[in-house]
């Protein structure tokens, strides 16, 4: 299918154990955007996006322009889906736009698609996920307080979603801690979320969010949200009887 190529790709580095990075051609393996699982993935295909001006003589064939940025097609040996990455040339330790350095030439990837870090979960409620995902693309376009506000309408999500429709957000809370359906520390660190997710809604020149904040109340999200819906969902798949 695909003509997949299983080779380990150019740069053929043994992998380091537990590589736990996103895969490129060069490197693929580590974690799929997609399933959110360590993977292995097959080389389906790539495609020149940038071009430089030059050009491979073509000997009888038409001239091949060169490029340094490509889009490449990997599918995921655990879920059979596929990942887009845009990748960049390099040359030895150097961007090869750059003109310098030499050495073996290796692709790069620096933008993933499903993106990475979103959650996509089917035991994730769609209204949950959507909201989180707009938190994760804040982050990723270097907009921490954008992220934060997402954080927060996040965690109101959540509230709703766990039956807490009525009050305040800093009550829902509170009451879901009471009810045992989080635990103290995660109540804890919900608040926290609350109050930089309110500082990101707010013109506040003192207690801005910096980009460190949002990136770690967009990881406490991402963890709540697999202790509250992942876990008992695949503990559940795992304890159904087998067909
Ligand atoms: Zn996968």
Known sequence: MFGRNKTKGKRGEPLPENYDGLPDSGRPAGLCPRCEKQSSFDYVQSLPLTFDGRYIIGHGEPNMP?????????????????????????????????????????????????????????????????????????????????????????????????????????????????KGQLHPTLADWAKEVRLIGNNGAHFDPINDVSLDDARQLVDFIRELAKFLYVLPYELKERRAPKQ
């Not at 907009?143 to 039956?163: S, W």
């Open 66 to 178: 060169t490029y340094h940025e490509r889009s490449t097609v990997l599918i995921c040996r655990n879920c059979n889906q596929g990942v887009a990455v845009l990748e960049e040339q390099w040359t030895g330790e150097h961007r090869s736009i750059e003109g310098k350095g030499s050495g073996t030439i290796s692709w790069k990837g620096f933008h993933w698609w499903p993106l990475a870090g979103a959650s996509s979960h089917k035991a994730i409620p769609a209204s949950i996920s959507a909201a989180f995902n707009e938190a994760v693309l804040s982050l990723s376009a270097n907009c921490p307080r954008a992220a934060a506000v997402m954080a927060r309408r996040t965690l109101e999500a959540i509230a709703v979603d766990k039956g807490e429709v009525n009050g305040t957000l800093a009550q829902r809370l509170s009451n879901l801690s009471s």
